[in-house]
């Protein structure tokens, strides 16, 4: 599919198929008229607001309808807009309005803290304003190297950053996710689950309305509540799920999620965090009939920029699933701490440089100048993330450079330690984490487990369980001294298992 103006791309399937529904919140649907007609009344708003040109528009609320009618309304107008969670801090919103300095903050949900000094579009004025038809033409999009959106990150530690993408960015992360790698086709019902705040979401929404399809939003109430989820899934009628594999992990415990009960769900496309070969191996066992993509990439190169379908023979042949190819249009460079290309095999930090890589951080041109890098005339992006390249160019991810952790000399990743506790049969969700002394070295690394059903009478029966199965496949300095069990893993906002929150737990910091 070729794309030239992604909101020009969305509005012709309103002239040719304007009935067919472009969004379907639990059975609250609205059409690709209604879509194209909201935005452009919007847009046509905004214009006669005279707002700063080319400053950017946040637009605050949950999973609903109207988040992509304003997304679609500011970049119609000339604006990237800032998306923010309903679910969000206080002091996140703060911080979003004082780095990001919107020019105009459109109120989807009601704002929880008073706002001076920009003007607000109330949630009562933007029903009015969807509900009046005003003649509008696109004379001022967002085109080119122009901000499309502003995702601003988790910002756990210091202040959030406001990642940067162009309409440009986007047409090639658009084109590649509907181009031959994915089997996308058009008019596909497709889960809209991730909050749109987190750049996974633009996974679906995006080649979704490109492609004639329809967005069945699942929002965070009944995402949420498990009795609610089990029920609400099969009735979304699927054929692409996309969310990160924590996700999938909670739908999965229903042992009614399967093909029989989703018959035309044939694509699980995954990104966000790691994906385990377990979790790969029971939706294949599942769901026969679809593919399972793995993706990677981070929100500064545009939501991912590798995939890889991943079949039994790949879960054969890898303890850890493959994070890829690069896509056609992306180089990707794995080096050493001091810039230098390494050869096959040989584990160093990704560094990313292609169209869809952004041009920095909003407003912050030190965290730029330190993360960002142009390499022959084209712009990079260092990741943090290690990696090997293989002799086939396939990309085997190596867990962050922030969450490998030193003990008693060794070397270990955490994300590793994980995935080896998971391959235990007691065992359904891992992490591992490390504690710290009063000097800040790591003392001691516990597992956090949430084990399968079993008849042990004590914890410490079901650790020495686990340790005993684990004796052939871990390395002993690898096995944490101390294990812990709990019934369910935090989730952050965006869907991911919270573990720098439960490192800062053990620690004390919680």
């Not at 249009?329 to 930090?349: C, F, H, P, R």
């Not at 052939?472 to 298992?497: C, D, H, Q, W």
Request: net charge negative; charged share 20%.
């Amino acid at each position: 599919m070729i794309i030239k103006n992604i909101m020009a791309a969305i509005d012709t399937i309103a002239q040719t198929q304007g009935n067919t529904i472009a969004y379907d919140e639990l059975g609250n649907t609205h059409t690709y008229e209604q879509l194209k007609n909201y935005s452009n009344s919007l847009a046509a708003f905004i214009e006669n607001l005279h707002i700063t040109d080319k400053a950017p528009i946040m637009v605050y609320g949950g999973q609903q309808f109207d988040m992509i009618a304003s997304f679609l309304a500011s970049v119609k107008a000339g604006h990237a807009y800032i998306p923010v969670d309903v679910n969000s801090a206080d002091e996140r919103l703060t911080d979003i309005i004082e780095i990001g300095q919107p020019a105009l903050i459109i109120a989807v949900d009601d704002l929880p803290i008073a706002v001076t000094g920009v003007p607000v579009i109330s949630k009562t004025q933007l029903s009015d304003v969807f509900n009046t038809s005003i003649e509008f033409e696109m004379t001022q999009p967002v085109i080119g190297d122009e901000n499309f959106y502003i995702i601003f990150t988790s910002g756990t530690t210091g202040k959030p950053k406001g990642v940067q993408i162009s309409h440009d960015n986007l047409v090639s992360f658009a084109s590649w996710m509907l181009g031959e790698t994915f089997n996308w086709q058009s008019g596909s019902n497709v889960l809209s689950q991730p909050p749109y705040s987190f750049d996974l979401s633009v996974m679906d929404w995006v080649p979704t309305l490109l492609s004639r399809g329809t967005l069945k939003a699942l929002p965070k109430v009944a995402a949420d509540d498990f009795k609610t989820l089990f029920k609400t899934l099969p009735n979304l009628q699927l054929n692409k799920w996309v969310s990160t594999p924590s996700f999938a992990d909670v739908a999965l415990l229903d042992p009614e999620f399967t093909q029989k009960n989703h018959p035309n769900l044939d694509g699980f496309f995954f990104c966000g965090e790691v994906l385990t070969s377990t979790t790969a191996q029971k939706l294949l066992d599942r769901f026969p009939e679809a593919k399972i993509y793995n993706t990677y990439g981070p929100t500064e190169a545009t939501v991912a920029v590798t995939g890889l379908e991943i079949t039994k023979d790949i879960i054969a042949n890898h303890d850890k699933m493959p994070i890829g190819y690069v896509k056609s249009d992306t180089q990707i460079m794995i080096q050493d701490n001091d810039g230098v290309a390494l050869s096959e095999d040989e584990t160093g930090e990704i560094v990313i440089v292609g169209p869809s890589v952004s041009k920095g951080y909003l407003n912050n041109p030190e965290k730029t100048a330190a993360a960002f890098t142009v390499i022959d005339g084209q712009q990079g992006y260092k990741t943090g993330d290690l990696a090997t390249r293989d002799a086939n160019g396939l990309l085997h991810y190596k867990g962050r450079g922030d969450f490998q952790i030193k003990l008693h000399g060794f070397r270990i990743e955490l994300e590793e330690v994980a995935q080896q506790l998971q391959q235990s049969q007691w065992v359904e969700q891992a992490v591992a984490v490390p504690r710290y002394d009063a000097d800040g070295k790591v003392k001691q690394l516990l597992a956090i487990i949430v084990a399968k059903n079993n008849n042990f009478e004590k914890p410490i029966l079901l650790t020495n369980a686990i340790k005993l199965e684990l004796e052939n496949i871990m390395m002993p300095y690898m096995v944490p001294s101390r294990f812990m069990y709990r019934e369910a893993l935090p989730l952050t906002p965006n869907g991911k298992i919270d573990l720098k929150g439960l490192i800062s737990e053990v620690n004390g910091n919680a």
